[in-house]
């Protein structure tokens, strides 16, 4: 146990015996002389980065948060909104105990029962998952990962594509041969960039984008972060198909080879047609 862990501790005994009576004008006056005010967020991080030998350029890339933003809440000229205390708190590997210390020290609101994403994110606490692992879990299940999505597709498909022209993505997703997708692609103003799929997002089926993901050897959780991007629904590993395409995203499998698994269980392929 730190130093750290170990004076809250403290705190929380003598307010306990405080709460049940143990506070009187005769030992007021010791118990104002030892109070411990709480740990500023950053001398808290702080501590926890020394423990681990870490600096503040890793946690803010593990962490993803851009450097100018770490150096600020490392400094504590800014307090961090809750999702980034959490991601902190995978990558520093914390306990569920200590996530909520993070988080009452930040300032933000702590995990609770009484809401399912957080029940999800205490699970990933529980059992040392990492953060990548807990945005799979939660996005499977419909729930907002920790790591923010990318506004626009292209943002997220951009370092992906950087070895394929727009042209070679059509051909090979086989939307060159759609004459629907082609059609709605016509009408963008960017033309034939990548650019254009932020334009005609709202009319890219499902498995559109899922062709492209596979073209491109998403993983798991970039595949979920496209879909959301789209607003369509996210791959749910209780639906048969869905867990079939999962599988295939975890064995890095070629888009001809997930379309070739699903045909042979008789279910809906990836390419249209």
């Not at 948060?65 to 902190?88: A, H, V, W």
């Not at 909520?100 to 020290?105: A, G, H, V």
Request: proline fraction near 3%; aromatic fraction near 4%; charge should be negative.
């Amino acid at each position: 146990m730190t130093g750290t862990h170990r004076a809250e501790r403290e705190n929380v005994s003598k307010t306990r015996l405080m709460l049940e009576g143990s506070i009187n004008l005769d030992n007021l006056d010791q118990f104002l002389k030892e109070a411990r005010p709480a740990p500023k967020l950053s001398n808290y991080l702080m501590n926890l980065l020394a423990e681990r030998d870490m600096s503040n350029e890793e946690l803010g890339l593990e962490a993803n948060i851009g450097r100018s933003t770490i150096y600020k809440i490392i400094s504590g000229k800014q307090l961090p909104e809750q999702d980034m205390l959490l991601r902190m708190a995978f990558v520093l590997e914390l306990s569920a105990e200590e996530t909520q210390q993070l988080l009452k020290t930040g300032r933000r609101a702590q995990l609770t029962a009484s809401r399912p994403r957080d029940i999800a994110i205490i699970y990933g606490l529980q059992n040392g998952l990492m953060l990548d692992e807990m945005d799979e879990i939660l996005m499977e299940r419909g729930l907002d990962p920790l790591i923010p999505a990318e506004k626009k597709i292209s943002e997220l498909l951009a370092p992906l594509a950087a070895n394929l022209s727009f042209d070679q993505l059509l051909m090979q997703t086989h939307l060159a041969d759609n004459a629907s997708f082609m059609h709605m692609l016509g009408q963008a103003k960017s033309g034939r960039r990548l650019e254009a799929l932020d334009e005609i997002t709202d009319g890219i089926e499902r498995n559109d984008l899922l062709c492209i993901g596979f073209v491109l050897g998403m993983n798991k959780v970039e595949m979920q972060r496209l879909l959301r991007i789209a607003h369509r629904a996210f791959l749910n590993s209780k639906d048969e198909r869905d867990a079939q395409i999962l599988e295939g995203l975890a064995a890095g499998m070629e888009l001809k080879e997930i379309d070739a698994a699903l045909r042979n269980r008789h279910m809906e392929a990836l390419i249209a047609g």
